[in-house]
């Protein structure tokens, strides 16, 4: 007697939790995006500043760039722990964001609001240039 193949049913067990939890609403309200919106312009400028360090030329040295990039984990360790978040609570709530249009919206507006800076592909852009005769 030939072993059935378990391939399938487990396929579609992965399929039917993958899909059931895909259907659950987003657990995220605006204080909490408000809160991941702050932390990730945080972040980004603690990125941006980390590197224009790393680029300099008397901070190519090997031992030196690692020294850079604990400060910057402790940098970003600090933000998170500031903001009441745990490294993974904070990648969660990004999936969440980057998943869900709804909650993206609200992050961009709320982003928008503390940069001043527009979302990127929705800037108004210069009038089109009239065809040449």
Do not use: C
């Not at 049913?9 to 899909?19: E, F, G, M, Q």
């Not at 980390?50 to 984990?73: D, F, H, P, S």
């Amino acid at each position: 007697m030939m072993p059935r193949p378990i391939a399938l049913p487990l396929v579609a067990v992965i399929a039917a939790t993958s899909l059931a939890s895909a259907q659950q609403p987003a657990a995220l309200g605006r204080a909490d995006i408000t809160t991941l919106a702050k932390v990730q312009v945080a972040i980004g400028v603690v990125h941006d500043s980390m590197n224009a360090e790393l680029a300099q030329q008397r901070n190519k040295k090997t031992e030196i760039q690692n020294q850079l990039q604990e400060k910057y984990r402790g940098q970003v360790e600090a933000i998170l722990k500031a903001n009441a978040l745990t490294d993974s609570l904070y990648e969660h709530r990004i999936f969440l964001v980057s998943t869900n249009p709804a909650l993206r919206a609200v992050f961009d507006s709320v982003t928008v609001a503390l940069t001043g800076a527009p979302i990127p592909g929705q800037a108004p852009g210069a009038a089109p240039a009239a065809p040449a005769v």
